[in-house]
């Protein structure tokens, strides 16, 4: 496992603590909870794609784009 993964991962469960946090405290109407609502779902989001791109990555073969002779 990369330490991509695991990057990403803690990324989305810390953005995912924010935003839950942000929607229990919405009622009070402040500005920092609608900014931890923004910020949380925007680190949610990198650290799904962040972790799924390396996921993805690691299980592909690389191209052999200049193996093959050339064609004229």
Do not use: C, K, W, Y
């Given at each position: 496992m990369?330490?991509?993964?695991?990057?990403g991962v803690?990324?989305t469960?810390?953005?995912?603590?924010?935003?839950v946090?942000?929607i229990?405290?919405h009622?009070?109407?402040l500005p920092?909870?609608?900014?931890?609502?923004?910020?949380?779902?925007?680190?949610?989001?990198?650290?799904i794609?962040?972790?799924?791109?390396v996921?993805?990555d690691q299980?592909?073969?690389?191209?052999a784009?200049?193996?093959?002779?050339?064609?004229?």
């Amino acid at each position: 496992m990369s330490l991509f993964v695991v990057i990403g991962v803690a990324a989305t469960f810390v953005g995912l603590v924010l935003v839950v946090t942000a929607i229990r405290h919405h009622a009070e109407r402040l500005p920092q909870h609608t900014v931890m609502l923004i910020g949380g779902m925007m680190l949610t989001a990198f650290g799904i794609v962040m972790a799924g791109f390396v996921i993805i990555d690691q299980g592909n073969v690389p191209l052999a784009l200049n193996a093959a002779a050339p064609t004229p």
